[in-house]
């Protein structure tokens, strides 16, 4: 299935000179949702992990179905003041801003290895924080699964620097 075509692409949003692929348009389509869903799992038979962490809030849409049918255990990765209990949290950049997310302090254990899903990478700040969240846990990190990668934003190269398994659906240019 040619995932492309159930992307929308806008100019000039959130800012001008961002070009934001919006996943809602590949959501509200049955079977191109399905199939990405499909194509998750079967990409995540590949890593050996304990748990599915999804980042807020696009990431949340595809990692509960996951975590669902994997019969996996799923953590909320949130924006700052959204949990309610005892927290870690990271602060970073972002491609046209700053922000926090944070994890409940008892989501993840000691040594678990955490799959992480969201729908997009492009300058990485947000993949990035959430490995250090992760890390700052006590687990690490299984790898990461996008929806889409900007491939000329420096964001999946970051991450395959550290060394994280990283694998993406679709590819588009950032810009």
């Known amino acids: 299935m040619e995932l492309k075509k159930y992307i ?43 748990k599915i962490s999804a980042i807020e809030s696009r990431g949340f849409v595809f990692a509960s179905a996951v975590s669902y049918i994997l019969k996996k255990p799923l953590i909320l990765l949130r924006k700052k003041n959204k949990l309610p209990a ?23 254990n000691k040594n678990e290895k955490i799959l992480v899903i969201d729908d997009l990478i492009a300058t990485g700040g947000t993949a990035e924080a959430a490995a250090k969240l992760i890390e700052l846990s006590g687990g690490y990190i299984a790898g990461f699964i996008f929806i889409i990668n900007l491939f000329d934003l420096p964001g999946n190269k970051l991450l395959k620097k550290k060394s994280y398994f990283t694998e993406s659906l679709i590819e588009f240019p950032g810009h």
């Open 8 to 50: 929308r692409s806008i100019p000039d949003y959130p800012k001008k000179g961002i070009l934001f692929r919006d996943i809602t348009t590949l959501i509200k389509e049955p079977k191109a949702f399905n199939y990405s869903i499909n194509k998750i799992i079967e990409i995540s038979k590949k890593i050996e992990f304990d």
């Open 86 to 108: 005892e927290r870690h949290s990271v602060d970073f950049k972002l491609e046209y801003g700053e922000a926090t997310i944070e994890v409940h302090k008892d989501s993840i």
